[in-house]
């Protein structure tokens, strides 16, 4: 109601300047308009015939007329600062949560200690969690030795998807595996909003680089929360590639041994509790992505579900009613008198 007048407040004070500076340069504006006026009339005619052309001019009613401007034009800098006065309570809702999936997707996520694939398996993990998932944004980061943007931020889940099944280990051309790099480029393409902004890291967690967990405690001073995803088994296989010439060979490091990958739970497990998220195995059939599905709802609705919010009614439609109202009373002021107030006032 307009009649309640508790807790007055302007949104947006910084726009009263344009209240006060714009309605002052009007003045000035005014008074130099009218003084090159009366110049120019004194150099059309000598000041007998002067005071016969302008019997019809009413100097009240220009003042008058100008005064309605420069508060037209105050009132118009008052709408602008959004004055409000009495309070509305509503409930506090969350946006919803932005979820930026980090994806491995380097040699190493190519053995099959899970089935089809480490590689495989996450990804159909990922999509599981998105058609389940209604709520908020999701995007996509590959990494290896690099880490690229995949699919920004969206709502689209059919554009993230064809990004998704897009990805293999040829992806990121730079071999390796730079978990800090990824969980950056990660953060970078979050949005500076209020959402809550969840990364969800899917690796086997063999970082080579060693940057994951100084890069995650970085990250949890910005609000951000990691959902490391265990990729694999901690017995290990070996990695085998398709060679050029289509058949699946065996990787050997540089003394020419075969190269055994397991899974580095303590990693992911310390990147976790660096920003205050939880670590899971991703199990066999995607278990551990429903666990973090089923933290992340939980926390939405908890967060939907804070209380009540008290927000200033807006009243900004009053003040720009009343310049409405007086830019077109001064459109309907003329400024000459009619001649019989003329006889009246020189027979006076």
């Known amino acids: 109601m307009i009649g309640d007048f508790t807790h007055p407040h302007f949104a947006e004070p910084h726009w009263l300047w344009l209240a006060v500076i714009a309605p002052a340069a009007l003045i000035l504006l005014q008074r130099f308009a009218g003084w090159r006026r009366r110049r120019q009339l004194a150099q059309f005619a000598d000041p007998e015939i002067m005071a016969s052309l302008l ?109 998704l099944l897009a990805m293999d280990d040829r992806t990121i051309p730079v071999g390796g595996t730079d978990i800090g790099r990824a969980l950056d480029e990660a953060s970078l393409a979050l949005e500076k909003n209020d959402r809550r902004k969840v990364l969800v890291l899917l690796t086997d967690g063999e970082d080579l680089e060693k940057s994951g967990i100084a890069k995650a405690k970085a990250l949890a001073e910005k609000h951000i929360v990691i959902y490391p995803i265990g990729v694999g088994t901690a017995a290990g296989t070996v990695i085998k590639v398709t060679n050029e010439q289509g058949f699946p060979e065996t990787v050997h490091d540089p003394e020419g041994k075969v190269v055994q990958s397991r899974l580095d739970e303590s990693t992911l497990t310390a990147i976790a509790q660096a920003t205050h998220g939880s670590y899971h195995p991703l199990g066999p059939v995607g278990e551990g992505l429903t666990a973090v599905r089923n933290q992340v709802e939980a926390a939405a609705e908890q967060a939907e579900s804070g209380g009540q919010r008290k927000s200033g009614i807006e009243r900004f439609h009053v003040p720009l009613a009343i310049v409405v109202l007086l830019l077109g009373l001064e459109s309907l002021i003329g400024t000459r008198r009619k001649v019989r107030q003329i006889g009246e006032s020189q027979s006076a």
């Open 55 to 163: 019997q019809s001019h009413s100097p009240a009613r220009r003042i008058f007329k100008n005064a309605l401007l420069v508060l037209a034009v105050a009132g118009f800098g008052v709408a602008l600062a959004r004055p409000q006065w009495g309070e509305t309570t509503e409930s506090a809702r969350a946006l919803g949560e932005d979820i930026m999936f980090v994806l491995d997707c380097s040699r190493s996520m190519l053995a099959t200690d899970v089935q089809p694939d480490r590689l495989g398996r996450a990804k159909y993990a990922i999509l599981d969690f998105v058609q389940r998932h209604g709520n908020g944004r999701v995007g996509l980061v590959a990494f290896a030795g690099q880490a690229f943007l995949q699919c920004p931020l969206t709502y689209d889940v059919d554009a993230f998807r064809e990004a």
